[in-house]
């Protein structure tokens, strides 16, 4: 374990306010720490995406990783800790894709499980942590509704919180997705010349900050338009509240930046992309007719920013694709309904 994260995991819950310093070093300790644990997503190329993006883009496809996501990478990390320190139980708060992961990871040590998600929560989801034997609780739609519930659980079970956000295990082990990119492409001869990550609560992009430090890697921030909480966060200088509007990408929906990764991401980011609904779907749609790849919305939204401004960033540029768990029916629903600027193959 890096020398950073020398307290005990349980001070890292939600009445926690200390604030960890990360580096560079604890991302190469997770990835050491991960090994044989989660798998080598492949990175992936599209000559027609990059004709569309005019640069090469070079696909992280994270949305074939254990649990359908990257979100496997942080939860493993935090609930070991957590399991090696005597927990008595794990809880957290997502909109989908860190709930299965804990779920995942926590079933792995035998741990009960809570998880609080949105009540409206897509049921591919909600399904895929019910089938962990985890015990799910719906609640409301905002952060706040979902964090309140979070600590009268941790309160009344005397459950560990698994922080998807604030939890320095968490955005350590999502960093090493954004590594691991770097250095697959590294293999291949190439050097990055940035890296385009979707942004939510924030544990993704400031990882990805953490690993590109010392690569000369640019890092790009995409956001839904209709939740823009990063960008609201860089213009007033701190996590605010954003109102959040209806967006597919259900996995960017937290209407605030997490503190901890504002802290981490504020002066790497080098822009924050906010991109509109209709771009998010056509990138969906591009990454299944072109790349064969099922994304879910949240792994899109990056897609759309690279596909609009990888130009912009120099030759070669890496996008995460976060994620892979979505609803069929939106799947099916976007590829039949074509939206003009995402020519059919």
């Known amino acids: 374990m890096g020398k950073t994260w020398t307290q005990e995991t349980s001070a890292f819950s939600a009445a926690t306010k200390c604030t960890p310093r990360l580096t560079r ?11 044989g644990r989660v798998w080598r997503t492949p990175v992936v190329r ?46 957290a708060q997502s909109t989908g894709n860190h709930a299965i992961s804990v779920a995942m990871a926590a079933g792995e040590y035998r741990l009960p499980t809570t998880l609080v998600l949105p009540s409206d929560a897509a049921p591919a989801k909600v399904r895929r942590i019910r089938e962990t034997g985890a015990e799910v609780v719906l609640v409301g739609t905002r952060l706040a509704e979902r964090v309140a519930v979070v600590e009268e659980l941790r309160e ?3 459950y560990d919180v698994v922080d998807p ?17 770097i250095s697959q492409v590294a293999g291949e ?18 990882g990805a900050c953490l690993a590109a430090s010392g690569h000369d890697v640019t890092v790009v921030g995409a956001e839904p338009e209709a939740v823009p909480a990063f960008t609201a966060a860089l213009r007033e200088q701190r996590p605010v509240t954003v109102p959040a509007l209806h967006t597919i990408a259900d996995g960017l929906r937290p209407d605030r ?34 790349s064969r790849l099922v994304i879910e919305p949240a792994a899109a939204t990056a897609l759309a920013a690279a596909l609009s401004h990888a130009a912009d960033c120099g030759t070669d540029v890496g996008v995460l694709l976060s994620g892979g768990n979505v609803e069929p029916g939106l799947v099916t629903s976007l590829l039949t309904d074509h939206v003009d600027g995402i020519p059919m193959p």
């Open 25 to 35: 070093g604890d991302i190469d300790s997770a990835e050491r720490r991960l090994i």
């Open 257 to 290: 930046i997490g503190d901890l990764p504002f802290d981490l991401a504020r002066q790497s980011v080098a822009t924050v992309v906010t991109v509109r609904e209709s771009a998010i779907a056509d990138a969906l749609r591009a990454a299944f007719l072109h």
């Open 189 to 206: 001869g190439t050097r990055l010349d940035a890296v385009v990550v979707p942004i939510g609560g924030g544990s993704a992009i400031a």
């Open 165 to 181: 956000y604030e939890n320095p295990h968490v955005v350590a082990g999502q960093g090493t997705a954004t590594a691991e990119l």
């Open 46 to 91: 599209s000559d027609h995406l990059d004709a569309l993006s005019g640069a090469r883009l070079w696909l992280k496809a994270e949305n074939l990783q254990r649990g359908g996501s990257f979100k496997i990478r942080g939860a493993l990390l935090a609930v070991e800790q957590l399991a090696a320190a005597g927990s008595r139980g794990v809880i």
């Open 156 to 158: 009344l079970h005397g």
